[in-house]
């Protein structure tokens, strides 16, 4: 569930290089833009009582934590399913991790036994068709248009 | 000079497995989606995740960042760790704060609480107070009145803050 509060945060850079935040709550039905438009406007008063300079900003919206959850296995954090995607050309793959991934999820027989991901299990194919459907991008904002391949990985 | 934002949003999906441990997925998107967008997405993501991992999943963050291309000189001397405490007294009769780093000195008594009728500080608060901005409390309560605001170093005491703050 979403938390009725949104924050901005305004990061500071002093002489020497170092960092600090400016913190702020607003309501989280807010859209981007209204925030934005906000915390240009103070930052910019804000600019005249600091001798550090405002070097980056950043609007987070967060889920409250849900109470109770527990782990559904003993798979550790570690034990990382990687999936690559296409974003079409020449233009860079994505990389998402998934940590904690369960054993089944893992080919058994075959070439690719103990370390390639069974995208023929129904669940890993949702999760790809999720990924490609609803327009989750690389960091280049390239939209991602296909599944590569998916492999366990130890990621300490 | 200007901020100038990244190219995608960040979606941040957080873990924690048996042993406490945690960890996370990232998933990227372009930066002029909306958030209700975003959180649908998260959602069917989140749920389609957690056929996949033996963790437990927390909840998520959707972030979108700005960078400030030109940065500008900060000022000779100026330290983040001399931080300008703004506390304010909000609707519900409870408080919120937000610290500046680096305060100027120009706004500062001799005793380390910060002039409340500087007119930097009254530009302050009239624009948080009396503008249109939208910011609250984590409650979502408006901010109604400057209560306190001293100058504090990382590590102060409370002892060693200004009494007539």
Redesign the interface.
Same mark, same amino acid.
């Given at each position: 569930m /979403?938390r $009725?509060?949104a924050t901005?945060e305004l990061v500071?850079?002093? #002489?020497?290089g @170092?960092?600090?935040?400016?913190? %702020?709550?607003?309501?989280?039905s807010?859209?981007?833009a209204? !925030?934005?438009a906000?915390a240009?406007? /103070?930052a910019s008063?804000?600019a005249?009582?600091? *001798?550090?300079?405002?070097?980056?900003?950043?609007?987070?919206? +967060?889920?409250?934590? #849900?109470a109770d959850?527990?782990?559904? *296995?003993?798979?550790?954090?570690?034990r990382? *399913?990687i999936f690559f995607f296409d974003t079409g050309g020449d233009l860079p793959d994505?990389l998402? @991790?998934? $940590?904690?991934? +369960?054993d089944e999820?893992i080919m058994s027989t075959g070439t690719g036994a103990g370390v390639l991901i069974d995208t023929s299990n129904g669940?890993?194919s &949702?999760?790809i068709a999720?990924?490609i459907e609803?327009? !989750? &991008?690389?960091?280049?904002?390239d939209?991602i248009v296909s599944f590569i391949s998916a492999y366990l990985q130890s990621r300490v | 000079m200007a %901020?100038v934002n990244?190219?995608?949003g960040q979606l941040k999906i957080d873990?924690?497995?048996? @042993?406490g441990? +945690? *960890? &996370?997925?990232?998933?990227?998107?372009?930066?002029g989606?909306?958030?209700a967008?975003?959180?649908t997405?998260?959602d069917?993501?989140s749920a389609?995740?957690n056929?996949?991992?033996?963790?437990?999943?927390?909840?998520?963050?959707?972030?979108?960042? +700005?960078? #400030?291309d030109t940065?500008?000189? $900060?000022?000779?001397?100026?330290?983040?760790?001399e931080?300008?405490n703004f506390i304010w007294r909000t609707a519900n009769g409870r408080t919120?704060r937000?610290?500046?780093? =680096?305060?100027?000195d120009s706004?500062l008594n001799p005793s380390g609480s910060i002039d409340k009728a500087n007119a930097?500080?009254t530009?302050?608060v009239d =624009?948080?107070i009396a503008?249109?901005?939208?910011?609250?409390?984590?409650?979502?309560s408006d901010i109604t009145a400057l209560l306190e605001a001293y100058q504090s170093f990382r590590g102060s005491t409370k002892q060693q803050l200004p009494s007539d703050r």
């Open positions: /979403l $009725p509060n901005v500071w850079q002093d #002489e020497t @170092s960092t600090a935040v400016t913190s %702020l709550n607003c309501s989280s807010l859209t981007i209204e !925030i934005d906000d240009t406007a /103070l008063i804000l005249s009582l600091t *001798g550090a300079v405002l070097v980056r900003q950043r609007i987070k919206y +967060k889920t409250a934590f #849900e959850t527990v782990a559904s *296995g003993s798979a550790p954090i570690t990382t *399913g994505a998402i @991790s998934v $940590p904690a991934i +369960k999820m669940y890993v &949702s999760f999720a990924v609803n327009g !989750i &991008s690389n960091p280049f904002a939209d | %901020l990244l190219p995608t873990y924690r497995d048996a @042993s441990t +945690k *960890g &996370s997925t990232v998933f990227h998107f372009p930066y989606t909306l958030a967008v975003v959180v997405v998260a069917v993501l389609a995740l056929a996949l991992t033996d963790a437990a999943i927390d909840g998520y963050t959707i972030t979108y960042a +700005k960078t #400030e940065p500008a000189t $900060p000022t000779a001397g100026s330290r983040v760790e931080k300008g919120t937000f610290t500046v780093p =680096a305060i100027v706004v930097l500080v530009a302050l =624009a948080v503008g249109d901005f939208a910011f609250a409390s984590a409650d979502g």
